[in-house]
């Protein structure tokens, strides 16, 4: 028998590697990459331990999908991710050409809705807002430690 | 005594880098990173030989240049660029606060201006036209050779 795993579940799966990045004193960042509903790549912002401004956890597991399915091309992939994307790592997933972009806090500041959808690919459907508020926590309590 | 070289000097050994990739039938752009008159680091685009979309010049650069200076700012550095940088690469370059920004030819399609100069940080000096014809001759041909 099929299980097929909701948002809910993935995101979870996402915030793990979050609550890693957290644990390691980066920012609780989290990603995993699921095609055919199956995880094909985890990880987390890892800036600080790779002294590396472009080890967001979406680049990461960008790089890490396309090892795993040998290909540069995400079209039949959700990426989910515990915040909104910056502009980085949304053109990155624009050129992966990503089938669809599950994210959970939003980023007003940082986020790449500041610059419209049109910065990912045309086909990417998006959806946000899933397990927000675990998602945001996470971030609220990481800045509130380095105070 | 100390030589001061010119903003063309630099591109072209951005274009160097350009030539490298055109010769592993890659895209043609190529970059450097010049910190107090000095290259420290030299990149040109692999999304082919790494099979990964998020190994522009640019970001292999940033990486390289963070890793030879043991910081991951490069507000006293200069990046040199042969087409000017997507969405993506701005993004990056935006997190590393670079000091300034050249490129050669413009990419009216991919390129980050169609987002404004908001999406690079906001002390990033930007001059773009450097050596622009052979920046642009190379990519013109790259795409010529695949008809």
Redesign the interface.
Known sequence: MLTVFSDNHFMKQALLEAQKAYEADEIPVGAVVVCRNKVIARAHNQ?ELL????AHAE?LA??AA??AL????LDECTLYVTLEP???????L???QLGRLVYGASDDKRGFMR?GKS?LHPKTNVEFGIMMEECSKLMTQFFKDKR
Do not use: H, P, Q
């Open positions: 800036t002294n590396d401004v472009t680049m960008l790089t396309a090892n040998g290909s540069k091309y910056c502009t980085m790592c949304a053109g990155g624009a050129w992966a610059f910065i």
